[in-house]
């Protein structure tokens, strides 16, 4: 099956989000920073936008072949090994190039302190958890049916955990879920925002995102009528979302129920406006180009310019004070307007810098898989 560009768009639009938010030199507009605990940023519909986007590619190559139970295991086993390693990066960096920073500093850090789940462990396990029940759901009602049992068990496990205040930043299931794995293994004090608990919600997001792309590779319905369906079908996932608000709250941090439909029905809204406008603007295909390219490669984008990040902050500045990429921003942008304004065009450059690779990667047709 040829490759579907607008999907490609789509993986680039949440590749490059991500890229965007992780980029703020200490400084930035609240938009872009994830909210601290409930609530929803620019920057909190990166992830849940990646879960989607993989959801519908899932969709598309399951269309072509269905992988064994045993490729899916190893894919899976591939990104949270990766995932695992990604996690000590800063701290063999730090080891190679900070005086100070001793063996007894790196087994401290990346052994005994290890993070055991993040972002691309996340994705290992909704990937699993999702194309196992794809596997043996057939049908598309089945698959809708699961997904929304996937939220309730995640809601109920809150409210039945903690009737009184299921929410509660020090007392909730996810959390209680995360320190199983030892206090010493969290990203945070409190809770780990890719946790094992949020599993359960984000399989959802993934098993919707998988429904679009059935929408997607449908044969026989008109561009139109996908457009329609994506449509309505968002429209359907931000009212359950703000219904459902009332109940939980929407914390991208738990990846909570109404989280889950929310980011569902926004991402939708996008595949559709990008169907949409490639449909009837073919020329736009070269607008989204840098997009597309990105999303060529996306984990793969992804890894290098957080390494990369790693690397910088690593790098003592050249003046002494702090590390080499707060003195680039510094050095550059930080007086431009204001440190919030600066902020926003260094990340977007640095954004733009991966472009040309991407280009590259794209026109030779090299695939990196992860």
Request: proline content about 5%; glycine content about 8%; hydrophobic content about 55%.
């Amino acid at each position: 099956m040829k490759r579907i560009y607008s999907l490609d768009v789509l993986r680039g639009v949440a590749i490059m989000i991500m890229v965007f938010v992780d980029a703020p030199p200490g400084v930035a507009y609240p938009i872009f920073i994830h909210a601290p605990w409930e609530g929803l940023t620019f920057a909190d519909f990166a992830f849940p936008g990646f879960v989607f986007a993989m959801g519908v590619s899932a969709a598309v190559s399951t269309a072509k072949r269905e992988p064994s139970i045993k490729k899916i295991l190893k894919r899976v086993a591939t990104l949270f090994a990766v995932g695992l390693i990604f996690n000590t990066i800063p701290f063999i960096f730090a080891w190679l190039i900070r005086p100070e920073f001793t063996a007894a500093n790196f087994y401290s850090g990346a052994i005994e302190h290890m993070r055991f789940f993040g972002i691309l462990q996340r994705l290992a396990l909704t990937y699993a958890l999702g194309m196992l029940i794809v596997r043996f759901i057939r049908n598309d009602l089945g698959i809708l049916i699961a997904a929304f049992a996937m939220l309730i068990v995640s809601s109920a496990g809150f409210h039945l955990y903690a009737p009184d205040n299921p929410f509660a930043e020090a007392h909730n299931i996810s959390r209680t879920v995360d320190y199983l794995f030892g206090a010493n293994h969290i990203y945070l004090p409190s809770h780990d925002p890719e946790g094992l608990y949020g599993t359960v919600a984000s399989g959802a997001s993934f098993l919707f995102g998988y429904l679009a792309g059935r929408v997607l590779i449908d044969t026989v319905t008109t561009t139109l009528g996908k457009i329609a369906l994506l449509g309505v079908a968002a429209v359907i996932f931000l009212i359950a979302g703000e219904v459902w608000s009332a109940f939980d709250i929407v914390a991208k941090r738990l990846w909570t129920a109404p989280f889950a439909l929310i980011t569902t029905g926004v991402e939708s809204l996008l595949l559709a406006a990008l169907l949409y406008l490639l449909d009837k603007f073919p020329s736009s295909e070269t607008l989204l180009r840098p997009l597309c390219a990105i999303g060529f490669n996306p984990l793969f984008f992804f890894l290098l310019t957080n390494i990369t990040l790693c690397l910088l902050y690593t790098i003592p500045a050249p003046d002494g004070g702090g590390n080499f990429y707060y003195w680039l921003f510094r050095a550059t942008f930080a007086n431009l307007v204001s440190p919030e304004f600066g902020s926003m065009i260094f990340c977007a450059l640095w954004c733009i810098i991966w472009l040309p690779f991407a280009e590259v990667l794209y026109r030779r047709g090299v695939i990196i898989k992860l």
